[in-house]
Nanobody, 126 residues
Framework: QVQLVESGGGLVQPGGSLRLTCAAS????????IAWFRQAPGKEREEVSC????????DYADSVKGRFTVSRDNAKNTVYLQMDSLKPEDTAVYYC???????????????????WGQGTQVTVSS
């Protein structure tokens, strides 16, 4: 059974850092592009970052460029999202999602991603 489990969320002060982990089980991440999305209360789910499985191409939403870094460790079947210089507007539930296939470039099309984790809460507040 395909399963994604996020962890690493929590409460952090503005300017702080968190590292989110997305652990996969039941399938091998080598065959999937992975994306991070987030959803704040009362808002639609939005893309944050993605990473391809062909050559590790990455992409970021403008709102997080320069602050967030996505990476993958296929040997550990895990993807990470390093979040630095966090802002209150980064507060949301963060989800990782997987899209099966070989992607030279990752894409933010939410409909491509058919496996989702349960989400982890990130709260940025003083």
């Amino acid at each position: 059974q395909v399963q994604l489990v996020e962890s690493g969320g929590g409460l952090v002060q503005p300017g702080g850092s968190l590292r989110l982990t997305c652990a996969a089980s039941g399938f091998t991440l080598d065959y999937y592009a992975i994306a991070w999305f987030r959803q704040a209360p009362g808002k639609e789910r939005e893309e944050v970052s993605c990473i391809s499985n062909y050559d590790g191409h990455t992409d970021y939403a403008d709102s997080v460029k320069g602050r967030f870094t996505v990476s993958r460790d296929n040997a550990k079947n895990t993807v990470y999202l390093q979040m630095d210089s966090l802002k209150p507007e980064d507060t949301a539930v963060y989800y990782c999602a997987a899209a099966e296939g070989l992607y030279k470039r990752c894409v933010f099309d939410i409909y491509l991603y058919d496996s989702w984790g349960q989400g982890t809460q990130v709260t940025v507040s003083s």
